[in-house]
């Protein structure tokens, strides 16, 4: 190699890894040359993205009955929920795989915000129905459902906890093969249609808890944006909130289809990158929810959707996280139309906590834990319910105690 090209090479490797993170969990060196890791060391480094296959497009779900038919599938599980089942999305996978001569089965009894006995419901119906393909039409909750039960119908001889994440499950790695998984989200946010994992409430703890591997990810993602228009305005919003961000104007397509293609590259992110704090903070925020019910949600049973309750500890949690990369946090802020161009390094998390606020009340987010049903008595529980959650917890750049969830948590009652 020319020396001319050798330099152009190394002055591009030194660019890749300034512009990387530079905390322990995501650090990644891009050359196997000594001196370029910030802390000195030099072990080789690298990373790898897993993700769907994804094909987006107005239109493209009827498509799938033609996917399936490539696949070789004869006896296909279609799995929705009961609102949903009455709606032009289902309706569509429907036409399609009849259409191509699929034979199908639908199982519409999937729970929003699903708990172990629901994943356990669904995973009971497809053992009976000894299915070699799976559909999934709705949200995180549908295609999570879908997930997991393809893994336990695929390994029916496991425990349910076997493949739950540890310290609550035994974590065990998945070794059966799995049948194919078409998932076709109607939502953006939750990103699971690129996915490797499959959230829950396991209510024996009262608390949300996950199965997590690259296996159970979706074979295809066939994300359309049509689909978004059957959300009523306040799902809409909720679900963004779980990857920040949100359409202001619900009738706005043109935003609703971006949004929908946004989702997928946040879930390719942060499936492979992984999420902290305010999901693991959110997990007991959701598991236990008393009496709230959030609005536009058909439900019979009290629920905090999953993205209001990560996006409600935000602030408090960036600004807890910011001295450990306020760089990265001034420019999360700017993103979200701060003016950061005299802001101080110092107040990076005072910054990015006040965008977040104006962001939330403009978009009419409810006013912090108490607005949710919490108070300062439950702030013992909810530090307990995240304590399990080191799978994401340990991604924090910034280490906590027991002392510092309670003052996040407290933080957090009220954003205004």
């Not at 060391?41 to 993700?51: G, H, L, R, S």
């Not at 093969?177 to 946010?189: D, H």
């Not at 912090?368 to 399990?388: E, F, H, M």
Request: aromatic share 8%.
């Amino acid at each position: 190699m020319a020396a001319a090209a050798r330099s152009r090479v190394a002055h591009l490797l030194r660019q890749l890894q300034r512009a990387s993170c530079q905390c322990p969990t995501h650090s990644h060196t891009y050359s196997q040359a000594p001196g370029f890791s910030p802390y000195g060391k030099t072990t080789d480094y690298a990373f790898e993205m897993a993700v769907s296959n994804i094909r987006y497009g107005a239109g493209v779900t009827k498509e799938v009955g033609m996917d399936l038919q490539n696949m070789g599938a004869k006896n296909v599980c279609l799995m929705t929920d009961k609102n949903l089942s009455q709606l032009p999305p289902v309706q569509v996978v429907m036409d399609s795989l009849m259409k191509n001569g699929i034979n199908f089965k639908v199982y519409d009894n999937v729970r929003v915000e699903p708990t172990d006995k629901s994943f356990m419901e669904a995973i009971e119906f497809a053992r009976k129905g000894a299915f070699d393909a799976y559909v999934a039409v709705g949200g995180g909750s549908t295609m999570d459902t879908c997930k997991a039960t393809n893994l336990y119908a695929s390994s029916p001889h496991s425990d349910f906890l076997d493949y739950v994440s540890a310290p609550i499950g035994k974590g065990k790695p998945v070794s059966v093969p799995l049948k194919p998984l078409i998932a076709v989200p109607t939502t953006s946010g939750t990103g699971s249609e690129t996915t490797g994992v499959a959230i829950f409430d396991y209510e024996h703890l009262k608390v949300k808890i996950g199965i997590a591997s690259r296996a159970i990810k979706p074979t295809l993602g066939l994300i359309d944006p049509l689909h978004t228009l059957h959300m009523p305005a306040r799902v809409v919003a909720n679900s963004g909130f779980d990857v920040l961000w949100a359409v202001r104007n619900p009738d706005d397509i043109e935003a609703r289809s971006y949004m929908h293609l946004a989702s997928a590259f946040a879930g390719i992110g942060f499936g492979n990158a992984g999420v902290h704090l305010c999901h693991g903070m959110s997990y007991p925020i959701s598991g236990l929810v008393k009496t709230y019910k959030a609005k536009d949600y058909n439900v019979d049973h009290p629920l905090v959707p999953h993205g209001l309750s990560v996006v409600l500890t935000s602030p408090a949690v960036f600004t807890f996280t910011a001295q450990m990369f306020p760089e990265r946090h001034l420019e999360a802020a700017e993103i979200l139309g701060a003016h950061t161009r005299t802001a101080r390094t110092a107040d990076a998390g005072p910054v990015l906590a006040d965008a977040l606020r104006k962001f939330l009340f403009d978009l009419d987010v409810d006013d912090g834990l108490a607005a949710v049903g919490y108070s300062k008595a439950d702030i013992p529980a909810l530090v307990k319910g995240t304590l399990p959650q080191e799978r994401v917890t340990k991604l924090a750049p910034r280490p906590q105690s027991e002392e510092d969830l309670s003052a996040l948590f407290e933080a957090s009652m009220k954003l205004y």
